[in-house]
């Protein structure tokens, strides 16, 4: 049971490019996130997905972008990073479609360095 | 609009000691979830508990014990007994409304020693 896997785990990367941070999920569950963990903020919801094709800004969406044509995949693209960018990023997920009451579950976190 | 205080940022205890990690929280949605994740040096976020808004029951597992107060919106984490292996820093979280999103606090550092 594979869960949910992030790649790259680290990353350092230059002011201005663009970057792409992979989550894939075996769990076929319907919610998934992406969350920013900083010192001071605790963690932070960037956008997240109701369904495939369904995406919504969280609290931080500013300079990051999202898709998601397969319910088992969200990219979260940085498209033009900054230093303040630099932060740990973790993608989640939940199993119903709808409603609270669902345990959120963590991939292991990707670590990104803007130069 | 949602919102989790953990008012301690850093605790320090000796092994076997008890630690309190305190949570209040604010909604104004009627049926929400709490949860508390532990997050190890390793870096990965573990789940611990859910607690709905409907059960105010105090819930113990092992040395780890939460205590669920909506009158002051608080719902507290208790390690009796802590160990070395407690260390990590720990988050309550809110779930509230349509979505499953949650609401995270700024998390509480705990270091435990010898």
């Known amino acids: 049971d594979a869960g949910i896997t992030q790649s790259p785990r680290y990353k350092i990367t230059e002011t201005g490019r663009q970057v792409t941070l992979m989550c894939h999920q075996t769990w076929s569950h319907s919610y998934m996130f992406w969350y920013r963990q900083d010192l001071g903020h605790g963690l932070r919801l960037i956008y997240y997905s109701a369904a495939a094709d369904i995406t919504d800004k969280g609290e931080v969406p500013d300079g990051y972008v999202v898709s998601r044509s397969k319910t088992e995949n969200f990219p979260l693209t940085l498209e033009s990073a900054t230093r303040s960018q630099t932060s740990v990023y973790f993608c989640?997920?939940?199993?119903?479609?709808?409603?609270?009451?669902?345990?959120?579950?963590f991939g292991e976190g990707s670590w990104l360095t803007v130069v | 609009a949602q919102k989790v205080t953990q008012a301690q940022t850093e605790i320090s205890v000796v092994e076997k000691e008890d630690v309190t990690l305190d949570c209040v929280y604010e909604?104004?949605?009627?049926?929400?979830?709490l949860f508390w994740y532990k997050q190890p040096p390793s870096g990965e976020l573990v789940f611990l508990i859910r607690?709905?808004?409907?059960?105010?029951q105090n819930e113990i597992s092992g040395r780890y014990s939460w205590n669920f107060q909506k009158s002051t919106s608080s719902f507290n984490f208790t390690i009796t007994a802590s160990q070395v292996v407690d260390s990590a820093v720990y988050f309550c979280a809110l779930q509230a409304g349509t979505a499953s999103k949650l609401t995270f606090g700024t998390g509480t550092r705990l270091q435990v020693t010898l």
């Open positions: 909604t104004r949605d009627t049926t929400y979830y």
């Open positions: 607690r709905n808004s409907f059960d105010e």
């Open positions: 989640a997920s939940s199993r119903v479609a709808s409603g609270t009451g669902n345990t959120i579950y």
